[in-house]
């Protein structure tokens, strides 16, 4: 038989050193102690020096850890408290005394709770599942576990989430779950390269080889082994790698002089650092028993060599186990001890391991009966409690009538509540019809400011013509006859469109003012070149030219759509007047459902900034006659009418309107 040392899983402190490892970052520690001063930085002294012992030498741990909390609590500083009482109980559980370790667990988790700090509430949470493990409670350890686990995923925390996972991944090792158990391997592998955690990774690592050893997949469970080996050297873990080389033996198997070549090397490294520790006891056992299978298959020679072997590893095992008071383990090796001694012919040897086997079976059988008794004395007690709850129905019915009054209460206070949540719901359907109406009032004053907006800029044109020609018939200076008569119908003709325009105008801006929206119809394409045309008659040195199939008809608001070509209009005829030859042709023809109207000059071609503010609605407004391609925006906007632009500098420019 062989004595199966599992792989143990993991507690957990924070602040772990990167730099120095092992015993040369421990003595570094120890050295700075003597300067350091009685405040914070030297309790997080003793607590990393604390935290290097729990791996090297619990018992000594106890010692600085101690000074720690001495010092934290003289200086009321709750952190350090927090930290050393975790590693305390870790050191405690380490001891075998899972119920005083968790003591520590969840006096650590009070105050890391106290001061919400999920990172070490993870560590507590974890910790306090492991020593739930220990005592086979798995129901228990699983419930802490995966709660330390949601904290870590939900605060992103890799690393954490990593060290939880691996106590997972034992926990269903230990229910031979393998499925499961590879699940969580690979996740919490992948956390662990994620959070930069290469203990983690050698832990999930280990774990996952412990399951391929069951499930006889060899290969794959020294590759993994091997690979967990390999971190836990480099990062000077003694007591992890004595762990993984005590599993490993187990592949040597039936090659039993492999196996103890593997095991002698771990008894070395264990009597160095716990030499009573369960995993020192497991391993002596494990010494003797392969040194016994050994003899079984070897000659004379070497069997006489092999049992006195055997005998003296399973002593030591047997000795370690009283003084552990570990009775299954002593009943194991003794029936060990039994066998040897029978092969060996001292039978009288052999019979009295075999009655000591015997007797710690009978003890522990008897300690069952001592539980079914106990359990019988907890039933008696149950029903005493039962009558004691009987005698207090009457005080419970007292504190029923309260309730009820209490309940009462309650209930007004809830009607009160939901008055005031009327009355508050019924204020704010009021504010929300103020703001509607008040965003109506801004909307009436910004369309009031663009029919002005409109106004003055379609008169402004007229009547500048009109003063420049009374200006010109008040100096008609060396003027023909045929001149003057000429100016004077040029006057009369502008005046007469002036009149006619700004009649018009007012008529739609009086149906405007109310409702500032576009009133569509048919208009024929033909009305609005005569408009034009009637409009610029007096328009110097331009020759305005129209092109129009006839019978072309676009659905829009007439006054919107003339105010725009009105606009381009008058800015090609602004934008000509220096240039010699002067032309401005419309035209109009229909693409599909559309009717494109297209206005081209030969002049000087617009400006990248004037065609922004066609196409943005965040350019500025200039206050100097910069209204014009603002107006064509909006009003195009209103009627949906598109308006695309082709200019080239001294080759003209072309607007497109498509309606």
Sequence with gaps: MRFILFAGTFFFCLSLQAQKKGQELLDSLVAELPAAKEDTNKVKLLNRITQQYISINPKEGFRYA?????????????????????????????????????GYFEKSFSINKELDSKPHMIT??????????????????????????????????????????????????????????EKYAALTIKNGEEGNAPVHVAKATELLGVAKIKTGDTAAARKNLEKALGIYEMLGNKLAVVQVLSNMATLEEPDYKKAIAVLLKVQGMVDEIAPASLISITNLG???????????????????????KASAYLQRALSLSNEAGNAQYAANFSAVLSQLEEERGNYK?????????????DSLFSQENKNKIAALESEKAISIKDKEIELNQLTLAAERRQRYAL??????????????????????????TLLQLNGELDEANKVKARFFAILSHDLRGPVSRLVHFLHLRKEEVGWTAEQAAGHEQKITESAESLLEN????????????????????????????????????????????FNDPGGLKVTTDENYLKTIMHNLTANAVKALRNTPDAKIVWSTRQEGDKILL??????????????????????????????????VRDLAKAIQCKISVQSKPLAGTTFDLSV
């Design 66 to 102: 101690n000074m720690g909390l001495q010092l934290a609590e003289k200086i009321s500083w709750k952190r350090g408290i927090a930290n050393i009482n975790n590693n305390l109980g870790l050191m405690t559980g380490d001891t075998g005394n899972n119920t005083g370790s968790r």
């Design 124 to 181: 507590n949470l974890n910790n306090i599942g492991r020593s739930y493990q220990r005592e086979g409670e798995y129901s228990e350890a699983s419930t802490y576990y995966f709660k330390a686990l949601g904290i870590a995923d939900d605060a992103g925390n890799k690393e954490q989430a990593a060290l939880v996972g691996t106590n997972i991944i034992a926990l269903y090792l230990v229910q031979q779950d393998y499925k499961q158990v």
């Design 286 to 308: 494990n010494l003797g028993t392969y040194y016994y299978n050994l003899g079984t298959e070897s000659s004379l020679a070497g069997k006489k060599e092999a049992f006195m």
């Design 349 to 361: 040897e052999a019979l009295a391991y075999q009655r000591s086997a015997g007797a710690i079976n």
């Design 407 to 432: 309940i009462a209460v309650a209930g007004l206070l809830a009607v009160l509540g939901g008055l005031l949540y009327y009355q508050n719901r019924t204020r704010k359907r009021t504010n929300t």
């Design 502 to 545: 700004m009649e018009a105008m007012l008529t739609w801006s009086k149906g405007q003012m109310e409702n500032f929206k576009p009133n569509l119809r048919e208009v024929m394409v033909a009305e609005l070149f005569s408009y034009l045309k009637s409009f610029f008659i007096s328009a110097e040195n331009v020759q305005l030219l």
């Design 598 to 631: 297209s206005i081209t000059d030969n002049g000087p071609g617009v400006s990248e900034e004037q065609v922004q503010v066609l196409q943005n609605e965040a350019a500025p407004l200039s206050s100097k006659g910069g209204l014009g391609f603002h107006l």
